[in-house]
């Protein structure tokens, strides 16, 4: 079974950029064809998702985060990560990377100063 | 973006009764190749969402035959068929058919 953690600064200043790493365990990122994605959840709100990378190497973002969205792998560690620029208050949220069915714990990340 | 729309907003059952949520999306969730994908998603106070229905009605791997899931085109449905204490949470519907996949706003199940 396929398991997924994201680490990353929990605090990020206005403006600056968010970067998250999930690793996978239980599994290689580059098997199969599956999407590897990134979920966001603010506080007492519902989920909205940032974006996804396939295993092909393709990604699709959220229109609405699309200019400053970028997710990669890093097939040598086994990782994924995500990158969101030019944050602001509205990007604080509980960050979840998934994979059908699997979901990390979630790590939540305040923008402020 | 198609649009999510869940009912209730909240749902308080009594132990053993059965559960109904609605969702319904703003255009047809059905591919060209005949795939319609629909999710249901429970979330357990300070858990991370957990998918229990794939595809309009398949249960992932250990998920209590209680719950079910049924619907077509933009009309689905999410079936408790007696609720118990662990069910406690809010409930997700999302569709994966058009990016970007969007959920719907939870329904908070509680015990009356």
């Known amino acids: 079974q396929v398991h997924l953690q994201e680490s990353g600064p929990g605090l990020v200043k206005p403006s600056q950029t968010l970067s998250l790493t999930c690793t996978v365990s239980?599994?290689?990122?580059?098997?199969?064809?599956?999407?590897w994605g990134w979920i966001r959840q603010p506080a007492g709100g519902g989920l909205e998702w940032v974006g996804r990378?396939?295993?092909?190497?393709?990604?699709n973002y959220n229109p609405s985060l699309k200019s400053r969205v970028t997710i990669s792998v890093e097939t040598s560690k086994n990782q994924f990560s995500l990158n969101l620029s030019s944050v602001t208050a509205a990007d604080t949220a509980v960050y979840y990377c998934?994979?059908?069915?699997?979901w990390g714990q979630g790590t939540l990340v305040t923008v402020s100063s | 973006d198609v649009v999510m729309t869940q009912s209730p907003l909240s749902l308080p059952v009594t132990l053993g009764q059965p559960a109904s949520i609605s969702c319904r999306s703003s255009q047809s969730l059905v591919l060209s190749d005949g795939n319609t994908y629909l999710n249901w998603f429970q979330q357990r106070p300070g858990q991370s969402p957990r998918r229990l229905i794939y595809r309009v009605s398949n249960r992932d791997s250990g998920v209590p035959d209680r719950f079910s899931g049924s619907g077509s085109g933009t009309d689905f449905t999410l079936k408790i068929s007696r609720v118990e204490a662990e069910d406690v949470g809010v409930y997700y519907c999302?569709?994966?058919?058009?990016?970007?996949?969007?959920f719907g706003g939870g329904t908070t199940v509680e015990i009356k």
């Open positions: 999302m569709q994966g058919s058009h990016w970007p996949s969007t």
């Open positions: 998934a994979r059908d069915p699997v």
């Open positions: 239980g599994g290689s990122i580059s098997s199969g064809s599956y999407y």
């Open positions: 990378i396939h295993t092909s190497g393709s990604t």
